[in-house]
């Protein structure tokens, strides 16, 4: 299996469609290409193509899911991601690989590196530091996401403000009370869009409460 191959496979898939090839198909095509060696998977991250690249982070992202997958193997997937940041550019491809991939790989692991990415130039490493401790809440585990979430709460990229506010959320439905006291300690000062992807959630009561402490904060 190389990079070519899934390229050529991706464009005879491509021809049965008139618009834009469907995710759904990259997503089984990279399931199929799951054995692909990693030194192949960054060949097609590094594609200008942005079909490839998705390919790419989803390959990697089933390698990771694999319970037969090495931890020789997924250490090279998580440098793979890491080292090559620089192509993933957006929030799609952060949201397709880096629970797995990243969150997977430092599952009970020194989690310094999500703090190092928490605090780069780089808006989309900062997405990938908050979304890939999804893996964390999953395992019932909230104190990293608050954690990051604490660093990235008055972030000025609209897409890190979303990330925020959707996992901390997220953590809400494991640890309830944790969420309610990072919103009495922060909600004041976070962007509006992270408090109402945070409250998505809560009762309409505890939602309106926080809405109108904002409103009233705000003037």
């Not at 000025?156 to 009495?184: P, T």
């Not at 409250?199 to 939602?207: A, N, Q, S, Y």
Request: glycine fraction near 4%; avoid cysteine; hydrophobic fraction near 35%.
């Amino acid at each position: 299996m190389t990079a070519k191959e899934f390229i050529e496979t991706l464009e005879i898939i491509g021809q049965d469609y008139s618009g834009e090839i469907p995710k759904r198909e990259i997503f089984s095509l990279a399931k199929e290409y799951q054995q692909i060696p990693v030194i192949e998977v960054v060949k097609l991250l590094k594609d200008k193509n942005e079909n490839h690249r998705l390919g790419a982070v989803s390959i990697l992202d089933w390698k990771a899911r694999n319970k037969k997958t090495s931890y020789e193997v997924r250490e090279k997937i998580y440098r793979a991601y890491i080292d090559n940041h620089k192509w993933i550019d957006n929030w799609g491809l952060v949201d397709r690989s880096a629970p797995y991939v990243v969150g997977g790989y430092l599952y009970g692991k020194d989690t310094k590196p999500l703090y190092d990415l928490a605090k780069s130039d780089n808006p989309m490493e900062r997405r990938t530091a908050i979304v890939s401790t999804y893996y964390f809440i999953r395992k019932n585990e909230t104190e990293d996401t608050f954690k990051i979430a604490e660093i990235l709460v008055n972030d000025k990229d609209e897409y890190v403000q979303k990330a925020v506010g959707s996992w901390i959320r997220e953590a809400g439905k494991r640890n309830e009370e944790k969420l309610k006291k990072f919103l009495e300690k922060h909600e004041s000062k976070m962007p509006r869009i992270t408090l109402r992807y945070a409250i998505e959630k809560l009762d309409k009561e505890t939602r309106e409460y926080y809405l109108n402490l904002k409103n009233i904060m705000s003037k």
